[in-house]
């Protein structure tokens, strides 16, 4: 028997939680965004009206007032759309206790084992959940029906906002395969520019890929997208509580002022390292390879990564080898508005281990005595705060002299 899936998807979200404390603003073109101040001014999300005036979410606020200039700007209250998100999803747990959030304004529920309860037909099961989310919160749902996860998130997509789209066996294939293959799970740009060199721009050209070419071309990854695009995607919906693996750690800030010595930039570098080390002794994880990425002023990113030669989850040793990979990527004084140190091939305490050298030198103890140092200041700052101890190259006590 087929699985029943909704995707739940909550219509410009920040700006609709906003919107209830501000139902003038219903029909003026209004954006939720960050604060220029702290240069993270960029648009988290709009209402109807400013997305037909062109706004996109992500876009600079200079770029959004180009295009409207008559926009309205209203800061963000993340503590706020939280908890907005917690009474969404005990909503739909009132109908499964299959409820896999993706992020905070969409969900997955499998009503498979209890559609029968609720009439035992989905698209009225989803046009009853619209109703009641704009009846209780004030909000609206777009949902997507169909038999995979894959599938439902697509219907969401599809008609917006405030509708339902059935993805069924009979009609997949008339719906999916002409949309643009951007539009599929995990289809980013650069895979889509890589597909696009391949005249694959449609999920039908892409489901018509022989899979041994993708694998080929995207490796893992084009083996799935192969089954995305053929509907074999059997993924299960996960509920809430049950923890979902691990599979990266990593920290992102953005930078008062632009930073363009190497000093300031490992500065940056070993306070987003203390960061990523916290949470990995918090999870009880190693690190066995780093990312980083840099954002210029223009929002231009690069990034790089590499494989560790000993699983780590030590400040010195993130900061350090972070900070390598990080001038392959810049040269001072080109200056660096954002930098995202990400801990990545994670392994558990019980599977990490240091490879000894030929000569049996091993840095185990040292490495010991570090570990129990950076844990008593994990004590120490949940003690007194996190501003209480810091590691010293977050704090370097002099700048070095202007390039000539």
């Given amino acids: 028997m087929d699985r029943v899936i909704l995707h739940c998807d909550l219509n410009c979200f920040y700006a609709s939680v906003e919107l209830l404390s501000h139902p003038d603003l219903r029909d003026i073109p209004t954006a939720v965004c960050g604060d220029p101040a702290s240069r993270h001014g960029i ?7 400013a997305k037909r005036c062109g706004v996109q979410t992500a876009e600079t606020i200079w770029q959004a007032r ?3 200039p008559g926009l309205v700007l209203l800061p963000s209250h993340h503590a706020l759309y939280r908890e907005y998100s917690k009474r969404v999803n005990a909503i739909y747990e009132q109908y499964t206790d299959l409820v896999e959030p993706f992020g905070i304004d969409e969900s997955w529920l499998d009503v498979t084992g209890s559609l029968h309860l609720f009439g035992g037909d989905a698209r009225a099961l989803a046009d009853a959940l619209r109703e009641r989310m704009k009846q209780e919160l004030g909000l609206t749902l777009s949902v997507g029906v169909s038999f995979n996860k894959v599938f439902a998130k697509l219907g969401s997509d599809y008609k917006k906002p405030d509708a339902t789209t059935v993805i069924s066996r009979e009609n997949w294939q008339e719906i999916v395969w002409p949309l643009p293959v951007g539009d599929l799970l995990y289809v980013g740009a650069a895979a889509r520019r890589l597909l696009h060199q391949y005249g694959v721009d449609t999920i039908g050209q892409l489901a018509a890929c022989r899979p041994e070419m993708l694998e ?4 893992k990854m ?3 997208l192969y089954e995305y695009a053929n509907g074999l995607d059997h993924d299960a919906v996960r509920s809430r509580y049950e923890a979902e693996p691990v599979k990266s750690v990593g920290n992102g800030t953005t930078f008062p002022q632009n930073l363009t010595t190497r000093i300031q930039v490992q500065s940056g570098i070993a306070m987003l390292a203390d960061s990523v080390a916290t949470r990995l002794r918090r999870c009880g994880l190693y690190a066995g390879g780093i ?4 954002r210029d002023p223009e929002f231009h990113d690069r990034s790089r990564q590499k494989q560790l030669t000993s699983p780590t989850r030590l400040i010195r040793d993130l900061t350090g080898e972070a900070m390598a990979l990080t001038e ?3 040269h001072p004084p080109a200056p660096v508005r954002a930098l995202t140190v990400t801990a990545i091939h994670l392994v558990d305490e ?15 103890p ?3 005595k570090q570990e129990r140092l950076e844990a008593a200041m994990d004590r120490i700052r949940g003690k007194y705060g996190t501003d209480a101890i810091t590691f010293g190259a977050a704090h370097p006590e002099k700048e070095e002299a202007p390039l000539p």
């Fill in 43 to 49: 648009i988290l999300a709009k209402n109807e009206p």
């Fill in 66 to 68: 180009k295009k409207c």
């Fill in 216 to 219: 080929t071309l995207m490796g």
């Fill in 222 to 224: 084009g083996v799935q």
């Fill in 291 to 294: 990312q980083v990425t840099v």
């Fill in 328 to 330: 392959t990527l810049w």
């Fill in 350 to 364: 019980a599977d990490a281990y240091e490879q000894v050298d030929l000569f049996g030198v091993s840095s185990g």
């Fill in 366 to 368: 040292k490495k010991e």
